[in-house]
């Protein structure tokens, strides 16, 4: 569950963008939206305790990301919170499977290849897992980075225009995904997006003002 209020997020002492209140149910999605600019993604990483928490609280399986100490708020979000920004941070020179399995190697978990295959497998990559990350096209990274975010059963995924490049039936099959595998794991599912496919599809819409 994420349960966030009052909150102002930025960088240093700027503060850049702003949320009332938001609350997402385990297994529930929600729609951080505004225009372009006004601060969807700075507040994603705020969420993440990856852009600064200026004022409110930001409560992620039980814990204030807010005030949690840096190294703490790491740990937390290592083993709460998947990913999915618009900058992908695919590793060129790795397989596909291995950009699942990279940061369970380097904080010292189980490498959990099967469910790493199963994953890439289900958003329909089942040809690509060994292919390099440098010769995935835009939507199969972008496949391919939600299936690395679910990896390691995250209370909370946050995705940053997830389906910005794709077309109607990658659209489609992502948010289908994300939609089904966050009620099945009983994650919470918060997507900062402009794409009317995807507002259709859910209901818990919050707005996100410059601050
Ligand atoms: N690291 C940073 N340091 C300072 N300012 C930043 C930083 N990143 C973004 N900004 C500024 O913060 C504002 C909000 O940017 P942000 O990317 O969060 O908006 P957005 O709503 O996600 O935009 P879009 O919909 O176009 O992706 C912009 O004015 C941007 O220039």
Known sequence: ?????GLVAGYGRRALAKLGHLQVKDGEAALLTGPSGAGKTTLLLAI?????VLEGHVQVAGRDMATLPARERDRHRGRHIG???QDLHLVPGLSALDNLLLAPFASGQRQDR??????????????RVHAGAETLSRGEA?????ARA???????????????SLDDESCETVLA??????RESGAA?????HDSRVKARVSNIALVVAA
Not at 1 to 5: A, D, F, G, I, K
Not at 114 to 127: F, K, M, N, Q, Y
Request: zero cysteines.
């Open 1 to 5: 569950m994420l349960e966030l209020s």
């Open 150 to 164: 679910m990896l390691i059963g995250p209370s909370l995924i946050l995705a940053d225009e997830p389906t910005a």
């Open 189 to 193: 599912l918060v997507i900062a997006t």
């Open 83 to 85: 990913t999915i920004f």
């Open 142 to 146: 972008q496949r391919t980075a939600i």
């Open 48 to 52: 993440a305790g990856l852009a600064d």
């Open 177 to 182: 995904l994300l939609l089904d595998a966050t």
């Open 114 to 127: 099967a469910r790493a295959t199963e994953l890439l497998t289900r958003l329909g990559l089942a040809d």
